[in-house]
């Protein structure tokens, strides 16, 4: 393996530029070329690479987002038109390619190596947390916390006006995100996909009303954005209870920000030992690096592709009783 290159693909996340950087520069320390392939799948089809060097990551470990940009392809999913990138892989001369992103993007860097036979290497980077193959992704931790700040200061107004506020978070059809937000936001309900059949709005209504009666001055309900429309919830909730209540959207800001201690160390961990791993496989080989109990692991991509990752529902189930 001489030459390998690497993209982000899908939704961005806070810590993707430290993955880049431990990508670059632990391929060249290991006698490597690398390239950058720009804008995910999408630049992949349009064949846009640019060499990457020691310096071309420079001055990017605190910056959120992704230099390499990322763009969605729907494009990718066919076959035929996979075909223009491998024409592109091969007038690189790539042998290996390490892709940095979500669980949708998993399926193409998989599509790659099942057309092709390159070898690819996936690191798990997505706000949602719902790769199954590791505990945590990368950027995760910095939209909790993005989160957990918001939730703070909505407590804030929410106590000055004695108000319920529902507080919509990303995840797409997952609850993870929320989850812990709510959990160490104190909320007083989470609603999340997993649990869909707890979204009862009387009986939410009724816990409010509840909560009001024996002195709390606010209400903050954490709900994942797979669960629906905050608005609706708020409207049906303040006919019902009577109490005035308000809702925010946080959407975009989540994806947003400088990286976490955590999100920049996920990134370079995961790049460091994606390029290792990627320099010692061979033709046909798909494999992914994550962290499973606090310890680095290299899944096969054909293993954990098709599997989903189960929400904490003893988390969810402690949050009931804190919240009485
Ligand atoms: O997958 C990350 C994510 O932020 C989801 O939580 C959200 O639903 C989705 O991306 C939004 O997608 P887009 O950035 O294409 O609008």
Redesign the pocket.
């Given at each position: 393996m001489k030459r390998i290159a690497v993209m982000t693909t899908?939704?961005d996340?806070p810590g993707m530029n430290p993955a880049i950087r431990a990508v670059v520069r632990t391929a060249i320390g290991n006698g490597l070329e690398v390239a950058g392939i720009e804008e995910g799948y999408s630049g992949l089809l349009e064949g846009m690479f640019r060499e990457m060097d020691v310096s071309s990551v420079g001055g990017i470990i605190n910056r959120g987002g992704t230099i390499l940009r990322t763009v969605?392809s729907k494009d990718f999913h066919d076959r035929e038109i996979r075909q223009r990138a491998y024409i592109h892989l091969e007038s690189a001369k790539i042998d290996g390619v390490i892709s940095i992103g979500?669980d949708?993007s998993r399926r193409g860097l998989y599509a790659i190596t099942k057309d092709t036979g390159i070898p690819t290497c996936f690191i798990p980077a997505?706000?949602?947390n719902d790769v199954y193959g590791t505990d945590y992704t990368i950027g995760y931790d910095t939209a909790v916390n993005v989160g957990l700040d918001a939730i703070d200061r909505i407590r804030d107004t929410a106590g000055s006006h004695e108000r319920t506020f529902i507080v919509e978070v990303?995840?797409?059809e997952h609850g993870f995100?929320a989850l812990e937000i709510g959990l160490t936001g104190g909320a007083e309900v989470i609603m999340i996909p997993e649990f869909k059949e707890d979204v009862d709005i009387k009986k939410t209504a009724a816990k409010l009303i509840q909560g009001f009666k024996r002195g709390k001055s606010s209400n903050i309900i954490v709900m994942a954005?797979g669960v629906g429309l905050s608005s609706d919830v708020a409207a049906k909730l303040e006919k019902i209870t009577g109490l005035e209540t308000r809702y925010t959207v946080l959407g975009?800001i989540?994806?947003g920000g400088t990286p976490t201690a955590m999100s920049r160390k996920l990134g370079l961990m995961f790049g460091y030992e994606a390029v290792k791993t990627l320099k010692g496989m061979k033709k046909g080989d798909s494999r992914m690096v994550g962290i499973c109990g606090n310890k680095l692991k290299v899944s096969e991509m054909k293993n954990v592709i098709s599997k989903e990752r189960a929400i904490d529902a003893y988390a969810y189930k402690m949050n009931k009783i804190f919240s009485l």
């Amino acid at each position: 393996m001489k030459r390998i290159a690497v993209m982000t693909t899908g939704g961005d996340a806070p810590g993707m530029n430290p993955a880049i950087r431990a990508v670059v520069r632990t391929a060249i320390g290991n006698g490597l070329e690398v390239a950058g392939i720009e804008e995910g799948y999408s630049g992949l089809l349009e064949g846009m690479f640019r060499e990457m060097d020691v310096s071309s990551v420079g001055g990017i470990i605190n910056r959120g987002g992704t230099i390499l940009r990322t763009v969605r392809s729907k494009d990718f999913h066919d076959r035929e038109i996979r075909q223009r990138a491998y024409i592109h892989l091969e007038s690189a001369k790539i042998d290996g390619v390490i892709s940095i992103g979500g669980d949708g993007s998993r399926r193409g860097l998989y599509a790659i190596t099942k057309d092709t036979g390159i070898p690819t290497c996936f690191i798990p980077a997505s706000i949602d947390n719902d790769v199954y193959g590791t505990d945590y992704t990368i950027g995760y931790d910095t939209a909790v916390n993005v989160g957990l700040d918001a939730i703070d200061r909505i407590r804030d107004t929410a106590g000055s006006h004695e108000r319920t506020f529902i507080v919509e978070v990303m995840g797409r059809e997952h609850g993870f995100l929320a989850l812990e937000i709510g959990l160490t936001g104190g909320a007083e309900v989470i609603m999340i996909p997993e649990f869909k059949e707890d979204v009862d709005i009387k009986k939410t209504a009724a816990k409010l009303i509840q909560g009001f009666k024996r002195g709390k001055s606010s209400n903050i309900i954490v709900m994942a954005e797979g669960v629906g429309l905050s608005s609706d919830v708020a409207a049906k909730l303040e006919k019902i209870t009577g109490l005035e209540t308000r809702y925010t959207v946080l959407g975009y800001i989540q994806r947003g920000g400088t990286p976490t201690a955590m999100s920049r160390k996920l990134g370079l961990m995961f790049g460091y030992e994606a390029v290792k791993t990627l320099k010692g496989m061979k033709k046909g080989d798909s494999r992914m690096v994550g962290i499973c109990g606090n310890k680095l692991k290299v899944s096969e991509m054909k293993n954990v592709i098709s599997k989903e990752r189960a929400i904490d529902a003893y988390a969810y189930k402690m949050n009931k009783i804190f919240s009485l």
